[in-house]
């Protein structure tokens, strides 16, 4: 666990903060969830939507308030490279699935991660559509509704999520054993079914970004997983470009398997 400094809040008070606000963001997504929000563009043909700019504001200025020390990284703030610089950042994604929240899907998130010179040390997924809401702490666990989670054991058979075209890059023995899962519009909560053991592991195609991945990050490695890139390394946040390239999420032999496909799957 990073040392914590006598001045400095703790992990826990971290987390207590982040599901208070987690929580009160799940409530504004919910007024206009299912309510025709005003959607707009971004580059790229990615959507935005009324609800996303409501949550990234009320949360900015509720953490911020609260820990005007620590930087800030959102997928809708941009804010100078200072911020990054920080000891401490939160990295944030008001809505995680945007796509479904709009269409009126329940897959979508307030994704909310705590991060401490590049690693993921406290997160939380609000899901409030799917009265889930999902956490992890460094060296304390990770947990769904309070239900500790873990990784799903290895099995004579694998439920991989992800792009096809990626996951077709793995040798003929593990496609064999691997059944098809449906499309999980938020990455953050894909991630988090395979903490829960929901999905064995998943591809991530390239050009994922911090926010996508930090709060859920700090909840599959506590819950005994890793998000490798293409090189076998974990990834680092809110150090530079927060762009990243195809990556494999997941634990075990399967994770290494994943992993050596990456070159080829990307």
Same mark, same amino acid.
């Given at each position: 666990?990073?040392?914590?400094?006598?001045?400095?809040?703790?992990?826990?008070?971290? /987390?207590?903060?982040?599901?208070?606000?987690?929580?009160?963001?799940?409530?504004?997504?919910?007024?206009?969830?299912?309510?025709?929000?005003?959607?707009?563009?971004?580059?790229?043909?990615?959507?935005?939507?009324? !609800?996303?700019?409501?949550?990234?504001?009320?949360?900015?200025?509720?953490?911020?308030?609260?820990?005007?020390?620590?930087?800030?990284?959102?997928?809708?703030?941009?804010?100078?490279?200072?911020?990054?610089?920080?000891?401490?950042?939160?990295?944030?994604?008001?809505?995680?699935?945007?796509?479904?929240? *709009?269409?009126?899907?329940?897959?979508?998130?307030?994704?909310? %991660?705590?991060?401490?010179?590049?690693?993921?040390?406290?997160?939380?997924?609000?899901?409030?559509?799917?009265?889930?809401?999902?956490?992890?702490? !460094?060296?304390?666990?990770?947990?769904?509704?309070?239900?500790?989670?873990?990784?799903?054991?290895?099995?004579?058979?694998?439920? *991989?999520?992800?792009?096809?075209?990626?996951?077709?890059?793995?040798?003929?023995?593990? /496609?064999?054993?691997?059944?098809?899962?449906?499309?999980?519009?938020?990455?953050?909560?894909? *991630?988090?079914?395979?903490?829960?053991?929901? /999905?064995?592991?998943?591809?991530?195609?390239?050009?994922?970004?911090?926010?996508?991945?930090?709060?859920?990050?700090? *909840?599959?490695?506590?819950?005994?997983?890793?998000?490798?890139?293409?090189? %076998?390394?974990?990834?680092?946040?809110?150090?530079?470009?927060?762009?990243?390239?195809?990556?494999? !999420?997941?634990?075990?032999?399967?994770?290494?398997?994943?992993?050596?496909?990456?070159?080829? %799957?990307?």
């Amino acid at each position: 666990m990073p040392e914590t400094r006598p001045h400095e809040p703790s992990l826990q008070a971290d /987390l207590e903060l982040i599901a208070t606000a987690a929580r009160q963001a799940g409530d504004i997504a919910l007024k206009y969830f299912r309510r025709d929000p005003e959607v707009w563009w971004k580059e790229g043909d990615s959507p935005v939507s009324e !609800a996303d700019y409501a949550v990234d504001r009320f949360l900015r200025t509720e953490l911020l308030a609260a820990r005007p020390e620590y930087g800030w990284l959102s997928e809708e703030t941009a804010l100078a490279q200072q911020e990054l610089e920080r000891e401490k950042v939160f990295v944030v994604d008001p809505i995680d699935g945007t796509r479904a929240f *709009i269409d009126g899907r329940p897959v979508w998130c307030v994704s909310i %991660g705590v991060v401490h010179r590049g690693k993921s040390v406290v997160g939380v997924l609000e899901c409030p559509a799917l009265s889930e809401t999902y956490h992890g702490l !460094a060296g304390a666990g990770a947990f769904c509704n309070g239900q500790a989670l873990a990784v799903k054991p290895a099995g004579e058979a694998f439920v *991989i999520g992800g792009p096809k075209a990626m996951i077709s890059e793995l040798p003929a023995d593990v /496609l064999r054993k691997n059944r098809a899962h449906g499309y999980v519009p938020s990455l953050a909560y894909r *991630i988090a079914m395979v903490a829960s053991g929901a /999905l064995d592991a998943t591809f991530v195609k390239p050009n994922s970004h911090d926010w996508d991945l930090a709060a859920a990050d700090v *909840i599959l490695s506590e819950a005994g997983g890793t998000i490798r890139d293409a090189q %076998g390394n974990a990834l680092s946040y809110a150090s530079g470009n927060p762009k990243k390239g195809a990556l494999a !999420a997941g634990s075990g032999v399967l994770l290494d398997a994943m992993t050596q496909a990456l070159t080829g %799957g990307s």
